[in-house]
Nanobody, 124 residues
């Protein structure tokens, strides 16, 4: 019932920018907790940013100051603006949702719905 579809990934050079989109159906970004995670093969999934129903945000230290999470309730979508990309940002990026929004955490088990992921490749 709940579906999350990521888009906007691609290949960029270090220092470049990308904007990821997560289109949500079956849930509302106005009331849910939403988050972005990323994962490299063979490594643990890393929570990088989340946004609460009241628009409070949190960022992992690895991306704070470079990435910005936002949402548009009218489009029922969330976004991840990624600036000054580094090769270490190369990963599959996933959108996640939890409803109701009872907290603001970056633990993967906390989120109940996930998108299929979109690949980001940053070359040096």
């Amino acid at each position: 019932q709940v579906q999350l579809v990521e888009s906007g990934g691609g290949s960029v050079q270090a220092g470049g920018s990308l904007r990821l989109t997560c289109a949500v159906s079956g849930d509302s970004v106005a009331t849910a907790c939403m988050a972005w995670f990323r994962q490299v093969p063979g490594k643990e999934r890393e929570g990088i940013a989340n946004i609460a129903s009241n628009s409070d945000t949190y960022y992992a230290n690895s991306v704070e100051g470079r990435f910005t999470i936002s949402k548009d309730p009218a489009k029922n979508s969330i976004y991840l603006q990624m600036n000054r990309l580094q090769p270490s940002d190369t990963a599959m990026y996933y959108c996640a949702a939890r409803a109701p929004c009872t907290g603001l955490w970056l633990y993967d088990f906390w989120y109940k719905n996930w998108g299929q992921g979109t690949q980001v490749i940053v070359s040096s």
